[in-house]
């Protein structure tokens, strides 16, 4: 399996909160994904990162940020949460464009 | 952007038996198709990919075709097996200024009966 490490693993916290989820790859792969995935709608991109402290936007973006600081760690971060925003989050993982991308086990995420 | 549709949205096979998944896909500039299964409480795991320059890939059970012309590729899972109860996404993508994004279908389904 892809050394990808999401954490939490879990988290419950209240509507506008920060919270910050963490993906960590022991890969050294250069591309980055977060996915957010809820029921009906299927796997949606959030952020990617294509190096270090290079990000762009996926469909999803509003409300979301992120940052890589170091090609291992990526951070996905909601400044002021919302209950839209619960739903399960993954973090991927490639070694370049066009490659395989490797997920991790997710992060649930509930927002009271 | 591209416009992954999966069907059937739930499968239910007797063990035994063959499943199968297609989509399709809108961007004609999409050239890699991977398929992932997903179980419960576990994040998408890549069991077979695609380029477009094949038309064809198979690995022991499982196997998926490419119809570049109809923009359509699927998933064949021969002599099914309980373990094989999951869902399972597909994805396109392309080289560009994309940067090779998944854009996911929403899902099969697939129970397997004993």
């Known amino acids: 399996d892809a050394g990808i490490t999401q954490s939490p693993r879990h988290k419950v916290t209240e509507t506008g909160t920060p919270v910050t989820l963490r993906c960590h790859q022991t890969e050294n792969h250069r591309y980055m994904y977060w996915y957010r995935q809820d029921p009906g709608h299927g796997l949606r991109l959030i952020h990617y990162s294509y190096g270090v402290k290079d990000t762009d936007k996926g469909e999803v973006s509003d409300g979301y940020s992120v940052s890589r600081s170091k090609t291992e760690d990526f951070l996905l971060t909601l400044e002021s949460a919302t209950s839209s925003q619960t739903s399960v989050y993954f973090c991927a993982i490639s070694e370049s464009e066009n490659q395989p991308q490797h997920f991790g086990d997710g992060t649930r995420l509930s927002i009271l | ?114």
């Open chain 2, 1 to 114: 952007g591209e416009n992954v549709e999966q069907h059937p949205s739930t499968l239910s096979v007797q063990e035994g038996d063959s499943a199968v998944i297609k989509c399709t896909y809108s961007d004609s500039a999409s050239n890699y198709f991977p398929w992932y299964k997903q179980e419960l409480g576990k994040g998408p795991q890549l069991i077979i990919d695609i380029r477009s320059n094949v038309g064809e890939k198979k690995d022991q059970r499982i196997a998926v075709t490419l119809n570049k012309t109809a923009k359509h590729f699927s998933l064949h899972i021969t002599e099914t097996q309980p373990e094989d109860s999951a869902v399972y996404f597909c994805a396109a993508s392309k080289k560009g200024s994309t940067l090779g994004r998944l854009y996911f279908g929403r899902g099969t389904q697939l129970t397997v009966w004993p």
